[in-house]
């Protein structure tokens, strides 16, 4: 056990420097480029840590400089990808140093994701400043989810039930079908993109940044596009809406990806509701083999993966104005869950009554 207790923390050491070290080269060149008269060598270091915090989705409290408060959790899905891989590698280095060394697999992820989880809870609380704190209580929840999902897919022979991959594929199928349309979208609106880019004036190291982070940021967009098609929408600020009923929004923020929301409404987007219902459908067709068990079981997934999906995907930035940004978690699970139960109660049941008339 000591062994394991040392060889996870030594990787767990090596995992955090692999992402810490890239950020702080990043936030250093930010900061130096930037110029501040108040400035000191401190904030650059700081800055790493939240972006690093920032990327496990742990939302911050800010102190915005005319003295109200603000809150940021409307942070990108894709930043989430950062530590999952490089704690995967970590994890299988780990596990090769090992040569098979302990006495359940299970046990050394849940070490290994413990280590990483202290040490960014610790972190979150230290790193805090007068303007920015992070919320460091969430912490150990947002970290080893994360930590232990990345061992648990580096391990060798680890078996998924069958019921979590048709939900995954189901809701993949969903998604993949948003990120086309989203990639449609961007390529028709390139000029308004490229406009709202233009505003900015990021320069070249900052246009660099800013294309990782609307890189990092369209799995929000395509959630957002998701729920658009299902008819509930999404938001750009508090009190908008727009959907494929309204459009009540009088501003977009000069964000590239912004310029891809609807300029009008569009009753024909609607017809998008048809392709749930099938999807539906496909999902049962899928599940039938293996009895209504494994149906349910895969249903009810899919709609916890679409709950996840709409919260890690929706939040507030910064001021209160933009205190709602994206979807609403209720009202796209619920949607989603009825279109997608049309869909799967129709391929149910008709087989069923063709069934009794026959006889």
Known sequence: MQRVLSVSFTHVLRTLAVMLLPL????????????????????????????????????????????????????????IVIPFLALRSGFYRAINKLHMDYHSLDSVRIIYASFYTAILTLL?????????????????????????????SASRGTKISKALILASQTVALALGAAFICLGILIFTHLKTVNNLTTVLQPGIFGGVLLLVVSVFYLPNAAVALLSYF??????IGSGTNVSPFTRVIDQIPAFPIMGVIPESTSKLALIAVALFVGLGAVHAIRNLSSGNKSLFQSSLLAILLVALLSYL???????????????????TTLAFTVEVGIGLALAVFIPVLFERNKR
């Open 24 to 79: 702080s080269f990043i936030s250093l060149i930010a900061w130096a480029t930037a110029g501040s008269a108040t400035g000191n060598t401190s904030d650059p270091i700081r800055a790493a840590l939240w972006l690093w915090i920032g990327a496990h989705h742990i939302p911050f409290s800010l102190t915005l400089s005319v003295g109200a408060p603000g809150y940021l959790s409307y942070l990108p899905i894709g930043a």
């Open 124 to 152: 979150s609380f230290f790193s805090k400043s007068p303007s920015v704190a992070p919320k460091w209580y969430l912490a150990p929840i947002f970290g080893f989810v994360i930590a232990y999902a990345a061992a648990f």
């Open 230 to 235: 299902l008819g509930t929408g999404f938001a």
């Open 313 to 331: 995907s929706s939040g507030a930035l910064i001021t209160d104005a933009m205190g709602a940004v994206g979807v609403s978690i209720w009202k």
